[in-house]
């Protein structure tokens, strides 16, 4: 994969790790990808050296991307690379490569990190902290229904992706999401908009992303869904908090007309 070759990102997240914010998104193919600018910045690596070194490697230059992120200073164009070839890059950084202090995070990074940026979005693990894994060997009733429901989760996302892979060949993707983004509502317990509230949601969110991408004559999909996602603190539109409805079509109404100067939706 060159490093020309953009990503669109349609789900966007934060990873406390050990205390340094890492940024994973899930692009438009269906992967999981982390900034390498950003696991650069955190080990005190070159950018320009480490993106060069996977160009001239076979397999990392397969994995790697560009992708737009949210940041705080805005959106970002940055060098992403696929979750699951992060350890064959790390392996490749020397002890030498980084300032002393910086060696047991490399030695982390080198045996966590992949790991724990996956685990964002298969179960939700936002954070490294230590102290959240002992609490889990408590023996209390929130703890035990946590698990049960972690294992339920876990089950479902697992039976759902082999119906996906053994039923029909032309079974889409974003249908196979769907179900386990219902799973996931039903476990969690939230009061989360209704079908026809989402339905709205998303129509609003399409019709921003065409009259932005008619200014800017690129697919503006992935960002608008991921604006959307930032400012509301989720993950889907199905799970925008009902209390929260009408609230988020003012937004995407208001965002519509500075665009366009149209009548809301």
């Given at each position: 994969m060159a490093e020309n070759n953009e990503l669109v990102p349609i789900e966007q997240?934060?990873?406390?790790?050990?205390?340094?914010?890492?940024?994973?998104?899930?692009?438009?193919?269906?992967?999981?990808?982390?900034?390498?600018?950003?696991?650069?910045?955190?080990?005190?690596?070159?950018?320009?050296?480490?993106?060069?070194?996977t160009d001239r490697h076979?397999?990392?230059?397969?994995?790697k991307g560009v992708c737009k992120i949210h940041t705080p200073g805005g959106e970002q164009s940055v060098v992403v690379l696929?979750?699951?070839?992060?350890?064959?890059?790390?392996?490749?950084?020397?002890?030498?490569?980084v300032n002393d202090d910086v060696r047991p995070k490399l030695e982390r990074f080198q045996e966590e990190a992949a790991t724990v940026l996956w685990e964002?979005?298969?179960?939700?693990?936002?954070?490294?902290?230590?102290?959240?894994?002992?609490?889990l060997n408590q023996e209390t009733e929130t703890v035990q229904a946590y698990k049960m429901a972690m294992a339920i989760m876990k089950l479902a996302r697992q039976q759902i992706l082999l119906e996906g892979r053994l039923g029909d060949t032309e079974i889409r993707l974003d249908n196979v999401e769907e179900r386990l983004t219902v799973m996931e509502e039903q476990l969690s317990g939230q009061d989360v908009v209704t079908e026809a509230q989402a339905a709205q949601i998303s129509q609003a969110v399409k019709s921003v992303a065409l009259a932005l991408g008619k200014q800017t004559g690129r697919n503006e999909f992935g960002a608008c869904y991921g604006?959307?996602?930032?400012?509301?603190?989720?993950?889907?539109?199905?799970?925008?908090?009902?209390?929260?409805?009408?609230?988020a079509m003012g937004f995407l109404t208001e965002w519509l007309q500075s665009v366009v100067g149209d009548s809301p939706f």
């Open positions: 997240r934060s990873v406390d790790f050990y205390g340094d914010d890492l940024t994973a998104v899930r692009a438009n193919d269906g992967r999981i990808y982390a900034s390498l600018n950003q696991m650069c910045r955190v080990l005190g690596l070159n950018t320009r050296g480490q993106s060069q070194r076979a397999v990392l230059s397969r994995g696929r979750v699951d070839l992060v350890p064959l890059w790390l392996a490749g950084v020397r002890a030498s490569m964002a979005f298969q179960e939700g693990r936002l954070t490294t902290d230590s102290r959240f894994e002992e609490l604006e959307m996602y930032r400012r509301f603190n989720i993950t889907s539109y199905r799970l925008l908090p009902r209390k929260k409805f009408e609230e």
